[in-house]
Nanobody, 122 residues
Framework: QVQLVESGGGLVQAGGSLRLSCAAS????????VGWFRQAPGKDRDFVAQ????????SYADSVKGRFTISRDNAKNTVYLQMNSLKPEDTAVYYC???????????????WGQGTQVTVSS
């Protein structure tokens, strides 16, 4: 069981940038793949990005390709989501989660953080 804590959310103007962090609390997630998901009010939780245990393989939702970058620092037991060129449609609660391998399917992620709010204004 891996405990996760997200941070770095906030209010930003369209076109701006934020960097989200996902850190293990009390336990490591070395050996796990990590994904970022987001959920806007009244909508389902959607896949955003993922990274394998080594950091060698990544994938992104089409809506964020070219704007968001996922990375990890295993020495710090932390995964990051760098978000550039933010749009109002990116407004959501962002969650990180861990899985046994790379997947975009929510039900295969075995542990979730509590989320961090990202609000993009125009």
């Amino acid at each position: 069981q891996v405990q996760l804590v997200e941070s770095g959310g906030g209010l930003v103007q369209a076109g701006g940038s934020l960097r989200l962090s996902c850190a293990a609390s009390g336990r490591t997630f070395s050996g796990y793949a990590v994904g970022w998901f987001r959920q806007a009010p009244g909508k389902d939780r959607d896949f955003v990005a993922q990274i394998d245990w080594s950091g060698d393989s990544t994938s992104y939702a089409d809506s964020v390709k070219g704007r968001f970058t996922i990375s990890r620092d295993n020495a710090k037991n932390t995964v990051y989501l760098q978000m550039n060129s933010l749009k109002p449609e990116d407004t959501a609660v962002y969650y990180c989660a861990v899985s046994r391998g790379l997947t975009t399917i929510v039900r295969y992620y075995v542990s979730w953080g509590q989320g961090t709010q990202v609000t993009v204004s125009s």
